[in-house]
Protein backbone atom coordinates (compact mmCIF):
# COMPACT_ATOMS: atom_id res chain seq x y z
CA UNK A 1 0.00 0.00 0.00
CA UNK A 2 1.87 3.61 -0.96
CA UNK A 3 0.20 7.32 0.46
CA UNK A 4 1.97 10.12 -0.24
CA UNK A 5 5.37 9.51 -1.26
CA UNK A 6 5.09 6.21 1.64
CA UNK A 7 4.92 2.60 1.25
CA UNK A 8 2.96 1.18 3.78
CA UNK A 9 4.39 -2.55 5.21
CA UNK A 10 2.18 -4.18 7.81
CA UNK A 11 3.14 -6.92 10.33
CA UNK A 12 0.67 -8.83 12.45
CA UNK A 13 1.34 -9.84 15.88
CA UNK A 14 -1.42 -12.54 16.21
CA UNK A 15 -3.27 -15.04 14.32
CA UNK A 16 -6.27 -13.24 14.08
CA UNK A 17 -5.20 -10.61 12.50
CA UNK A 18 -2.82 -12.30 10.46
CA UNK A 19 -5.69 -14.28 8.76
CA UNK A 20 -7.52 -10.99 8.22
CA UNK A 21 -4.92 -9.50 6.18
CA UNK A 22 -4.23 -12.83 3.94
CA UNK A 23 -8.59 -12.36 3.36
CA UNK A 24 -8.21 -8.83 2.56
CA UNK A 25 -5.88 -9.23 0.07
CA UNK A 26 -7.32 -11.80 -1.69
CA UNK A 27 -10.70 -10.16 -1.35
CA UNK A 28 -9.06 -7.01 -3.22
CA UNK A 29 -7.42 -9.68 -5.95
CA UNK A 30 -10.74 -11.27 -6.64
CA UNK A 31 -12.46 -7.52 -7.24
CA UNK A 32 -9.50 -6.61 -9.57
CA UNK A 33 -9.79 -10.51 -11.67
CA UNK A 34 -13.83 -10.06 -11.68
CA UNK A 35 -13.76 -6.93 -14.13
CA UNK A 36 -11.63 -8.80 -16.82
CA UNK A 37 -14.53 -11.48 -18.20
CA UNK A 38 -11.68 -13.21 -21.00
CA UNK A 39 -11.45 -16.73 -19.93
CA UNK A 40 -7.86 -15.69 -18.00
CA UNK A 41 -9.70 -13.07 -16.08
CA UNK A 42 -12.22 -15.62 -14.99
CA UNK A 43 -10.00 -18.09 -14.13
CA UNK A 44 -7.71 -15.60 -12.13
CA UNK A 45 -10.85 -14.71 -10.26
CA UNK A 46 -12.31 -18.15 -9.35
CA UNK A 47 -8.26 -19.34 -8.17
CA UNK A 48 -8.81 -16.42 -5.50
CA UNK A 49 -12.16 -17.53 -4.61
CA UNK A 50 -10.99 -21.08 -4.32
CA UNK A 51 -8.38 -19.64 -1.95
CA UNK A 52 -11.04 -17.51 0.15
CA UNK A 53 -13.17 -20.53 0.26
CA UNK A 54 -10.24 -23.36 1.48
CA UNK A 55 -9.28 -20.46 4.31
CA UNK A 56 -12.40 -20.43 5.46
CA UNK A 57 -12.82 -24.20 5.57
CA UNK A 58 -9.72 -24.61 7.77
CA UNK A 59 -10.76 -22.12 10.25
CA UNK A 60 -13.32 -21.29 11.75
CA UNK A 61 -13.68 -17.81 10.77
CA UNK A 62 -17.47 -17.11 11.49
CA UNK A 63 -16.93 -17.71 15.11
CA UNK A 64 -13.75 -15.38 14.81
CA UNK A 65 -14.74 -12.71 12.99
CA UNK A 66 -18.15 -12.78 15.64
CA UNK A 67 -15.97 -12.03 18.41
CA UNK A 68 -13.72 -9.45 17.19
CA UNK A 69 -16.44 -7.73 15.86
CA UNK A 70 -18.23 -7.97 19.73
CA UNK A 71 -14.69 -6.87 21.10
CA UNK A 72 -14.74 -4.07 19.19
CA UNK A 73 -18.27 -3.20 19.99
CA UNK A 74 -17.44 -2.78 23.46
CA UNK A 75 -14.23 -1.15 22.97
CA UNK A 76 -16.04 1.66 21.09
CA UNK A 77 -19.33 2.16 23.15
CA UNK A 78 -17.11 2.89 25.75
CA UNK A 79 -15.61 5.71 24.13
CA UNK A 80 -19.33 7.66 24.62
CA UNK A 81 -18.38 9.51 27.57
CA UNK A 82 -15.58 10.62 26.24
CA UNK A 83 -14.71 14.23 25.11
CA UNK A 84 -14.46 15.12 21.67
CA UNK A 85 -16.41 11.77 20.22
CA UNK A 86 -18.33 12.06 17.14
CA UNK A 87 -21.32 10.64 18.78
CA UNK A 88 -23.21 10.34 15.38
CA UNK A 89 -20.23 8.48 13.70
CA UNK A 90 -19.76 6.51 16.83
CA UNK A 91 -23.44 5.67 16.44
CA UNK A 92 -23.27 4.86 12.55
CA UNK A 93 -19.96 2.72 13.43
CA UNK A 94 -22.08 0.83 15.92
CA UNK A 95 -24.82 0.39 13.74
CA UNK A 96 -22.83 -1.37 11.59
CA UNK A 97 -20.81 -3.67 13.97
CA UNK A 98 -23.98 -4.87 15.47
CA UNK A 99 -25.48 -5.49 11.89
CA UNK A 100 -22.24 -7.41 10.75
CA UNK A 101 -22.53 -9.72 14.16
CA UNK A 102 -26.36 -10.51 13.07
CA UNK A 103 -25.61 -11.61 9.36
CA UNK A 104 -22.48 -13.91 11.29
CA UNK A 105 -25.05 -15.52 13.07
CA UNK A 106 -27.10 -16.41 10.03
CA UNK A 107 -24.28 -18.13 8.13
CA UNK A 108 -23.97 -21.91 8.60
CA UNK A 109 -21.24 -23.54 9.95
CA UNK A 110 -18.43 -24.94 7.58
CA UNK A 111 -20.43 -23.46 4.54
CA UNK A 112 -17.06 -22.95 2.53
CA UNK A 113 -16.05 -26.52 2.59
CA UNK A 114 -20.48 -27.06 1.84
CA UNK A 115 -20.08 -25.08 -1.14
CA UNK A 116 -16.51 -26.47 -2.43
CA UNK A 117 -17.77 -29.99 -2.17
CA UNK A 118 -21.77 -29.25 -3.44
CA UNK A 119 -20.20 -27.78 -6.53
CA UNK A 120 -19.08 -30.22 -9.14
CA UNK A 121 -16.92 -27.82 -10.79
CA UNK A 122 -15.51 -25.88 -8.08
CA UNK A 123 -14.26 -29.36 -6.33
CA UNK A 124 -12.83 -30.44 -9.64
CA UNK A 125 -10.93 -27.38 -10.08
CA UNK A 126 -10.03 -27.34 -6.42
CA UNK A 127 -8.43 -30.96 -6.63
CA UNK A 128 -6.22 -30.05 -9.90
CA UNK A 129 -4.82 -26.50 -9.01
CA UNK A 130 -2.29 -28.28 -6.93
CA UNK A 131 -0.74 -29.39 -9.99
CA UNK A 132 0.92 -27.02 -11.88
CA UNK A 133 -1.05 -26.39 -15.22
CA UNK A 134 -3.45 -28.85 -14.05
CA UNK A 135 -6.70 -26.91 -14.79
CA UNK A 136 -5.95 -26.94 -18.35
CA UNK A 137 -9.03 -27.91 -21.31
CA UNK A 138 -7.85 -31.40 -21.29
CA UNK A 139 -7.79 -31.97 -17.51
CA UNK A 140 -11.02 -30.26 -16.83
CA UNK A 141 -13.46 -29.94 -19.90
CA UNK A 142 -15.97 -28.91 -17.73
CA UNK A 143 -14.50 -25.63 -16.77
CA UNK A 144 -13.35 -25.30 -20.23
CA UNK A 145 -16.86 -25.63 -21.14
CA UNK A 146 -18.25 -23.01 -18.04
CA UNK A 147 -15.42 -20.77 -19.79
CA UNK A 148 -17.37 -20.14 -23.00
CA UNK A 149 -20.39 -19.67 -22.00
CA UNK A 150 -21.86 -16.44 -22.26
CA UNK A 151 -20.53 -13.89 -19.78
CA UNK A 152 -23.99 -12.98 -18.19
CA UNK A 153 -24.52 -16.76 -16.90
CA UNK A 154 -20.82 -16.85 -15.55
CA UNK A 155 -21.63 -13.61 -13.89
CA UNK A 156 -24.57 -15.27 -12.03
CA UNK A 157 -22.81 -18.03 -10.90
CA UNK A 158 -20.15 -15.97 -9.80
CA UNK A 159 -22.30 -13.97 -7.67
CA UNK A 160 -24.01 -16.69 -6.47
CA UNK A 161 -20.50 -18.48 -5.23
CA UNK A 162 -19.57 -14.90 -3.78
CA UNK A 163 -22.98 -13.99 -1.92
CA UNK A 164 -22.14 -16.01 1.56
CA UNK A 165 -18.57 -13.86 1.44
CA UNK A 166 -19.83 -10.88 1.62
CA UNK A 167 -20.80 -10.49 4.70
CA UNK A 168 -17.06 -11.30 5.95
CA UNK A 169 -15.47 -9.09 3.04
CA UNK A 170 -17.53 -6.38 4.91
CA UNK A 171 -16.86 -7.46 8.51
CA UNK A 172 -13.23 -8.17 8.13
CA UNK A 173 -12.09 -4.65 6.41
CA UNK A 174 -14.26 -2.81 8.48
CA UNK A 175 -12.30 -4.49 11.55
CA UNK A 176 -8.96 -3.92 9.91
CA UNK A 177 -9.96 -0.07 9.48
CA UNK A 178 -10.81 0.25 13.03
CA UNK A 179 -7.20 -1.37 14.04
CA UNK A 180 -5.65 0.91 11.39
CA UNK A 181 -7.02 4.10 12.67
CA UNK A 182 -6.52 3.41 16.02
CA UNK A 183 -2.97 4.78 16.04
CA UNK A 184 -1.31 7.64 13.67
CA UNK A 185 2.40 6.92 12.61
CA UNK A 186 5.23 8.41 14.30
CA UNK A 187 8.45 9.47 13.37
CA UNK A 188 11.68 7.50 13.84
CA UNK A 189 14.97 6.52 12.82
CA UNK A 190 16.60 3.20 12.36
CA UNK A 191 20.19 4.05 12.87
CA UNK A 192 22.77 2.17 10.66
CA UNK A 193 19.23 -0.12 9.51
CA UNK A 194 18.19 -1.37 12.32
CA UNK A 195 15.59 -0.30 15.36
CA UNK A 196 14.49 -2.12 18.46
CA UNK A 197 10.98 -0.67 19.53
CA UNK A 198 9.64 -1.78 22.86
CA UNK A 199 5.92 -2.66 21.21
CA UNK A 200 2.84 -1.58 23.60
CA UNK A 201 1.18 -4.22 25.21
CA UNK A 202 -1.72 -5.63 23.43
CA UNK A 203 -0.77 -4.10 20.16
CA UNK A 204 -2.24 -5.62 17.08
CA UNK A 205 -0.35 -4.30 14.23
CA UNK A 206 2.28 -2.67 13.25
CA UNK A 207 2.74 -0.07 10.22
CA UNK A 208 5.81 1.04 9.04
CA UNK A 209 5.30 3.82 6.44
CA UNK A 210 8.75 3.91 4.08
CA UNK A 211 9.19 6.90 1.75
CA UNK A 212 9.87 5.51 -1.18
CA UNK A 213 12.88 7.33 -2.57
CA UNK A 214 14.78 5.05 0.19
CA UNK A 215 14.72 2.51 -1.80
CA UNK A 216 14.51 0.14 0.80
CA UNK A 217 11.92 -2.56 2.27
CA UNK A 218 11.59 -3.15 6.18
CA UNK A 219 12.03 -6.75 7.72
CA UNK A 220 9.91 -7.06 10.68
CA UNK A 221 10.50 -9.36 13.62
CA UNK A 222 7.59 -9.05 16.06
CA UNK A 223 6.76 -10.35 19.59
CA UNK A 224 3.97 -9.18 22.05
CA UNK A 225 6.86 -7.08 23.90
CA UNK A 226 9.60 -6.21 21.53
CA UNK A 227 10.03 -5.37 17.40
CA UNK A 228 13.43 -5.77 15.47
CA UNK A 229 12.71 -3.78 11.90
CA UNK A 230 15.69 -4.39 9.59
CA UNK A 231 15.86 -2.24 6.73
CA UNK A 232 16.75 -4.31 3.43
CA UNK A 233 18.30 -3.19 0.03
CA UNK A 234 18.09 -5.10 -3.42
CA UNK A 235 20.89 -4.37 -5.63
CA UNK A 236 22.14 -6.03 -9.29
CA UNK A 237 20.02 -7.62 -11.79
CA UNK A 238 19.89 -10.67 -9.34
CA UNK A 239 18.18 -8.42 -6.81
CA UNK A 240 20.55 -9.36 -4.33
CA UNK A 241 19.19 -8.54 -0.44
CA UNK A 242 21.09 -7.08 2.15
CA UNK A 243 20.53 -4.99 5.03
CA UNK A 244 21.75 -1.30 4.40
CA UNK A 245 24.18 0.91 6.82
CA UNK A 246 22.19 3.85 6.41
CA UNK A 247 19.99 5.98 8.81
CA UNK A 248 16.55 5.36 7.42
CA UNK A 249 13.88 7.85 8.47
CA UNK A 250 10.41 6.55 8.25
CA UNK A 251 6.95 6.78 10.25
CA UNK A 252 5.80 3.84 12.47
CA UNK A 253 2.03 3.19 13.75
CA UNK A 254 1.20 0.72 16.96
CA UNK A 255 -2.12 -0.32 16.45
CA UNK A 256 -4.45 -1.47 19.04
CA UNK A 257 -8.03 -1.53 20.36
Known amino acids: MTDNGLT ?9 VRTFLRLEHLFEQTR ?9 GRRATLSTLLDILAILSRHDLRTEVGKELADQYTKLNRLRNH ?16 SLGREMQRIPPQFAAYLIRDNEMLNSIN ?37 PLEPFCTAIELILRLIRDSADP ?10 VHN ?7 LRVLVPRREQVYPEISAGRHRSTIRFMEQTGGDLRVSQTGRDIAFEMACCRL
Do not use: K, M
Open 83 to 98: SGIDHARLDDILRDID
Open 32 to 40: HYWQDPCPW
Open 199 to 205: TEGGTQL
Open 127 to 163: NRSAIPGGTCGFDLPGFQHWLSRDADAQEENLRQWWR
Open 186 to 195: QPLTAAGGVL
Open 8 to 16: CFEQPLNER
